[in-house]
């Protein structure tokens, strides 16, 4: 199965760093929004639309619907930028087989009960041990929020 070309945790979903950076050291032609919220709500998806510059294709879909696009063989997946929001999602995602070997953590926002662990992620000790649990399936979870910024393993920000 070909590598997908980026997956990113961005709680967020598209924005300025997506648009102006990620697409393109990426060369992505698609972006794949998997989040059943986002998918569910028909203001974020035309806000989502907007966001997305016209040259690149979005899909907007449910986390479920997302697993079965990623597993069609006709698929560029090379040239696609996954976002999930938040790390349920990825546990989600990541139930199916779609050889997923990496995730970029880049935006998890601050609120109640998270710590910092760098400038862009907060976490909840519950959302830890659901990275550990990612961790465990053989992911491995890189901070980084732009692409030229060097990443960090985030299994050692938080401690194995």
Same mark, same amino acid.
């Given at each position: ?72 063989? =006709? /698929? ?12 349920? $999602? &990825?546990?989600?995602?990541?139930? *199916? ?22 400038? =862009? /992620? ?12 990612? $961790? &465990?399936?053989?992911?491995?979870? *890189? ?18």
């Amino acid at each position: 199965m070909e590598k997908i070309g980026h997956v990113r945790i961005d709680d967020r979903l598209i924005h300025g760093q997506i648009v102006a950076s990620w697409i393109n050291v990426l060369q992505c032609s698609a972006i794949v929004v998997a989040d059943d919220k986002a998918a569910a709500d028909p203001l974020q998806s035309m806000m989502l639309q907007m966001a997305c510059p016209p040259s690149i294709q979005l899909k907007l879909m449910k986390i479920s619907e997302a697993a079965a696009y990623l597993k069609d063989p =006709s /698929v560029d997946r090379s040239k696609l930028l996954v976002i999930l929001r938040n790390v349920d $999602n &990825a546990l989600q995602l990541t139930q *199916e087989d779609l050889g997923i070997s990496e995730i970029n953590v880049g935006n998890v926002s601050s609120g109640p009960k998270r710590k910092k662990f760098s400038k =862009s /992620v907060w976490l909840t000790p519950e959302e830890i041990e659901k990275f550990r649990q990612l $961790n &465990a399936r053989g992911i491995h979870l *890189e901070v980084r929020v732009v692409p030229n910024e060097k990443a960090t393993d985030l299994m050692s920000m938080i401690g194995k």
